[in-house]
């Protein structure tokens, strides 16, 4: 059931509720080059935001498609809708899983939120009444990932620790189809026309399922231990995968790609000893990536060069999953250390 939270659930730095020219955990000379006159480049009250309010570590976040809220969610199970701009008011707060939430998506009209969790179920929710639309029950363990189509019929899919992969009728209340993929899975997607799902898991492989055929298509192979995100790219080629090998690697799904599908790889984000399973992110011009690290840090890389734009400071615990603005240069982190930041970066 949805209850209102008061904005006393954010703490804005108080520079930040004072000025707009002042940095929250930025150096002296990081202030006075923005008394320099700077150039701000997106419309957020200071350049970083801090939200607080979660009790335990936040492993999802993500912006509504039309930028003025994000969702975020993790171990106090408990899903808070925020706005993106003034304060960062926490306006709902949706409560119904019984483990932690491990992945929330908007549709991609924005009306519904997709979420799973280690309860061993997925949840619609309505987005505009703060309440649970469908409660979908049948994997026997921990659901790791949850993803909508982009078009269309709005179909979900879900990758679960019982080595199943699920696909759902938002409609409807049991699985439309099940894929064994023999291995436990963490992360799941679907490609752009919703024909393919793309998951990857424990065994290291991504794997390309036909779902008319309800069969693998192909592999790809290269990644050195488990796959903790998957992203698709925004005009729907390529994607992007996060590793605890400690890379990102970019991936060609295009029907007649070359038989090598790796076409970038991507090294300083780091996965450490806790085992998160941590995301990744493309901006929506698909120039720029960005993951989960466990060394505290945001990267952000581009995607052309290969180049770490940055290496952004600011949380105490591992960060597990970052989302671009649709509109602005905003980048959002949600780290283990309870916290959420909005950060504006250059255009």
């Known amino acids: 059931m ?16 004072r000025t707009r020219n002042e940095l929250v955990g930025y150096t002296n000379k990081d202030k006075a080059l923005m008394e320099a006159g700077i150039q701000r480049t997106s419309s957020l009250l200071a350049p970083i935001m801090l939200l607080e309010g979660h009790q335990g570590e936040i492993f999802t976040c993500e912006f509504h498609p039309d930028g003025e809220l994000l969702v975020s ?19 709902m707060a949706l409560s119904g ?3 932690a939430v491990m992945e929330a998506h908007f549709s991609t009209d924005g009306g519904n939120l997709f979420t799973c969790a280690t309860d061993k179920t997925v949840a619609i929710w309505d987005v505009t009444y703060g309440t ?40 409807k209340r049991f699985p439309l189809h099940t894929f064994e993929s023999g291995y436990p899975v963490t992360a799941v997607c679907f ?64 029907p007649y790609a070359p038989a090598e599908r790796c076409v970038k790889i991507f ?18 011009d698909g120039s720029k990536i960005s993951a989960g690290s466990a060394d505290r840090y945001v990267y952000v890389w581009d995607t052309t060069t290969r180049r770490i734009l940055y290496k952004l400071p600011g949380h105490n615990g591992s ?13 959002l982190s949600a780290s283990s250390d309870k916290n959420l930041y909005l950060g504006e970066i250059e255009m």
């Open 191 to 254: 490609n752009d026309t919703g024909e393919q799902i793309i998951s990857g898991g424990i065994d290291n492989d991504i794997k390309i399922w036909d779902m008319r055929k309800n069969e693998i298509l192909y592999k790809l192979r290269g990644h050195t231990d488990t796959i903790t995100g998957l992203s698709l790219s925004p005009d729907g080629s390529y994607i992007l995968s996060n590793s605890m090998d400690n890379t990102l690697r970019i991936w060609d799904i295009r």
């Open 73 to 91: 969610s993790g171990f106090d199970r408990q899903i808070y809708i925020w706005k993106v701009y003034g304060e960062c008011e926490n306006i």
């Open 319 to 331: 960060v597990n999953d970052i989302d671009f603005h649709p509109k602005e240069p905003i980048i």
């Open 2 to 17: 949805a209850q209102k939270r008061t904005s006393s659930a954010l703490v804005v730095a108080p520079e930040a509720k």
């Open 132 to 171: 649970r639309i469908r409660k979908l029950k049948g994997h026997t363990t921990f659901v790791n990932s949850v993803q909508g189509t982009r078009r269309g019929v709005q179909t979900l899919v879900s990758g679960s620790d019982d080595r199943t992969i699920k696909t759902w009728d938002a409609r």
């Open 267 to 284: 090294t300083g984000n780091q996965h450490n000893f806790e085992k998160n399973l941590l995301r990744c992110a493309w901006s929506p």
């Open 97 to 99: 899983h019984t483990g």
